[in-house]
């Protein structure tokens, strides 16, 4: 059965961004919805994940709020570098990408969502080590929001200009991420202290994409209710969802 479940969490990593690609020409809705989405995983997945580890472990809550802001700030820091370097490119000589975005940063954002997939299927094997009961509760939440993160994926790639042959070979490497940290699960295990590290690094990443990344880009050039809308939709589709799981 684990085998099963981590099957699916590919395939629906998967369908979710070969439908970003399919209708690549309503990038900016699908922008708006990827940044509601980031914003109430935080608010409703992560956050309830890291106070139920709080309570469990008594370890200090500085631990993974300190963990949330250098998560942010690597992001902030290491995306403006690549910006700036990118500027200076631009004044010796022409440049396909002449303005404020570059692929680097859609690549980064990528892996960082592939590594957050990888420790999705670790989840899933250790819930299943765990009981089956656990482990069929934790990949049904895993796979909610899989089909989210292979938007995601190929979103933020296209975002950042780069092609989409390059965005659907990230998007398989999303796919195959939760694979082999289900996979990974068979020779090694997380600590609570490491998984709270983790969960507050990962969320101040998804905080800073969402608000700073990703929701000015939705409204940058299609700035529209539909937009807004988009939004308000990835944020109650997430809602709900935790809930339900």
Do not use: W
Not at 57 to 70: D, F, H, I, N, R
């Amino acid at each position: 059965m684990t085998i099963l479940f981590i099957f699916l969490t590919f395939v629906a990593t998967f369908l979710g961004g070969v439908i970003g690609l399919r209708f690549k020409d309503k990038l900016h809705t699908f922008l708006g919805f990827t940044a509601g989405v980031l914003l109430a995983v935080v608010a409703f997945d992560i956050f309830p994940e890291i106070f139920d580890l709080l309570q469990k472990t008594g370890v200090s809550v500085v631990v993974p709020m300190v963990a949330l802001v250098v998560g942010f700030l690597l992001f902030h820091i290491g995306e403006k570098v690549l910006l700036i370097h990118h500027s200076h490119e631009s004044h010796y000589g022409e440049h396909s990408h002449a303005h404020a975005k570059h692929p680097s940063v859609g690549v980064f954002s990528a892996l960082a969502l592939a590594a957050h997939s990888f420790l999705d299927g670790v989840g899933i094997g250790l819930g299943f080590q765990v009981s089956t009961e656990t482990g069929i509760i934790v990949a049904l939440a895993v796979l909610a929001h899989d089909f989210s993160d292979g938007l995601n994926t190929v979103s933020l790639m296209l975002a950042h200009k780069n092609t989409e042959r390059k965005a659907l070979k990230f998007l398989c490497l999303d796919a195959l991420a939760p694979v082999a940290g289900g996979v990974a699960t068979l020779f090694f295990t997380v600590s609570p202290v490491m998984l709270l590290v983790y969960l507050g690094f990962f969320a101040g990443f998804l905080l800073y994409i969402g608000a700073s990344d990703i929701l000015p880009e939705a409204h940058s050039k299609d700035s529209s209710l539909r937009t807004v809308l988009a939004t308000i939709l990835g944020v109650v589709f997430i809602f709900i969802v935790s809930q339900i799981i």
